[in-house]
């Protein structure tokens, strides 16, 4: 049995102060009550509210270590996110995770395209220490919670990405092909 994997997830929301109707909650519920997998829920509202939220995270939670996969949940677009009227690139975003995520599994949903060149993708890796990057980069009408969290579900059965995705395509080729399915490590 492998050891549990958590997930943080954190979604970007117009403003924090108002009761935001999540379409990712009801999917992290679904992950802890029939999968048994913990996970933590925030929402930002911009990039200070971020950097709190990850630096809580990161110097705070004594569960960091288990934290295994950081979910993204932000609008944007050409691997840039959206936040506060505002778009930062995955560069921008690299460089403030710079040498915090060792090992972590960074997860986009698809409501931002992640489409990065072989170049962009190892940059990102090298400069937060992340075990790999992932997402979608074909737009499609439906919220990638579908076939997020067959995804997380494999992630607690295996380290290796390689072997992880296999598992994923072969289980949900349709779903993989159509949305655009990409990790990077």
Known sequence: MYPDKYIYCLEGVADVTENNKSQILPSLENL????????VYKTCDCIEGLEESLSTL????????????????FEGEGNKIELD??????EEIAEFFEGKLTDKIIHFTNTMRLDLDEEGAQYFLDVTGAKAVSGYNKPVPILSTVLDNPY???CQEY???????????????ALCNTMGFVLYY
């Open 58 to 73: 990161l110097y705070e939670d004594k569960s960091f270590k288990d934290y295994a996969i950081l979910y993204l949940v």
């Open 159 to 173: 380290d290796d990405v390689v072997a992880l995705v296999e598992e994923l395509y072969e289980r949900h080729y």
């Open 85 to 90: 009227d505002y778009y930062y690139t995955l």
């Open 152 to 154: 997380f579900s494999l």
């Open 32 to 39: 802890a009550l029939h999968f048994g997998i913990t996970n």
